[in-house]
């Protein structure tokens, strides 16, 4: 079993719309969260990156963890064209020095 | 956000010569520098982990040989194809990471496009 799961897609919503997107773990110690949105042909962007429990939220995008349930989530709000590419969850745990796991992506069309 | 840049954006070479890709953090001193390597619509694929002054760890299937890596300072790593062939065509990512409020973060750069005819 992956430490990081991540359901691939691909996702494909109007504008507009709400989407959410997930991840879950399996290890505890995971404590750090990130979300990357990589456009085709470019390297991963970070977008958000929280620490804690609930929401943590930056214009459109919110970034909500659920360490109890070990889930983590990425809602984007009022969804545009340009938000189209994938979005790859991350974790760290601490103490582990600089040893990233990531999701395998999630592939977002948002159709005009 | 850091600022990671690689160069070149794109490569064409021929089969059987080298290609160097350098990848540097602009505005910080990376703890650790990381080489992935991508193929279309397909995720990350983490190659070799990389800290100044050492040698580089590389995952399992990876040959050390053929991907070279030097990491000369705290904001510069390169990453050497030697020998490259049509199948080494692909897409090569770099990141960088730094120490920040207890934390690491880490950036990417924008990646090199790597086609061997």
């Known amino acids: 079993q992956k430490e990081v799961e991540q359901d691939p897609g691909p996702l494909s919503v109007p504008e507009g719309a709400i989407v959410s997107l997930n991840c879950t773990y399996s290890?505890?110690?995971?404590?750090?969260f990130m979300w990357y949105r990589q456009y085709s042909r470019k390297g991963p962007e970070l977008l958000m990156y929280t620490y804690s429990s609930g929401n943590k939220e930056d214009g459109r995008f919110t970034a909500q963890v659920d360490k109890s349930s070990k889930y983590i989530s990425l809602f984007i709000r009022d969804s545009q064209p340009s938000d189209s590419a994938t979005y790859l969850c991350?974790?760290?745990?601490?103490?582990?020095?600089?040893?990233?796991?990531f999701g395998t992506g999630t592939s977002l069309t948002v159709i005009p | 956000g850091a600022v990671v840049s690689q160069h070149p954006s794109w490569v064409i070479c021929k089969s059987g010569t080298s290609v160097k890709i350098e990848c540097r953090s602009l505005d910080f001193q990376a703890t650790t520098m990381f080489w992935y390597r991508q193929f279309p619509k397909q995720s990350l694929m983490l190659m070799a982990t990389?800290?100044?002054?050492?040698?580089?760890?590389?995952e399992q299937g990876v040959e050390k040989d053929k991907f070279l890596i030097n990491h000369a300072s705290l904001t510069l790593s390169t990453l050497t194809v030697t020998s490259a062939h049509p199948e080494d065509s692909s897409f090569y990512i770099c990141?960088?990471?730094?120490?920040?409020?207890?934390?690491?973060?880490?950036?990417f750069g924008p990646g090199t496009r790597l086609t061997v005819t």
């Open positions: 990389s800290n100044e002054g050492s040698k580089a760890t590389y």
């Open positions: 990141s960088a990471t730094y120490l920040t409020g207890g934390t690491y973060e880490q950036y």
């Open positions: 290890n505890s110690a995971f404590q750090y």
């Open positions: 991350a974790m760290t745990k601490p103490n582990t020095g600089n040893q990233f796991y």
